[in-house]
């Protein structure tokens, strides 16, 4: 498998509703995206981080390859999914639904000297 599938480090639920502690520790860069339904982001690897998603709403197809081609797998996300993709997996995502997910990166994108670790793939997909 391309991607490992994680679960929140504590959850908590009663009446009122519930508490979930996605990670307490390992990572330095946190991001909230939103993407509508129909459009394609992606089509991307990291060579220095892990990046690990949580799905909060809606729903997308994640479509991983290896970078020589030779595995490629897709899933289907949805809300409540929790899981993570390493370096050099490009990533790519079809949202089928209105969706919104929290990004994080154990490194961070930004390098000191200004260049990121975002490479794009020369994949087919």
Known sequence: M??????PDFEFSDERGTLRQLVHTG???????TSVIGSFRGNHYH???TEA???ISGSF???????????????????GDFFIIKPYINHSFDYTQNTQLISFYDQGVENADGTKDIF???TTD
């Open 61 to 79: 197809r994640l479509i991983t390859e290896s970078l020589d081609g030779k595995i490629h797998e897709e899933y289907n996300m949805e809300a």
């Open 27 to 33: 990572w330095k860069q946190v991001n909230y995206i």
């Open 47 to 49: 060579k220095k981080n």
């Open 2 to 7: 391309l991607i490992e599938y994680i679960k």
């Open 53 to 55: 998603f949580f799905v």
């Open 120 to 122: 794009v793939s020369n």
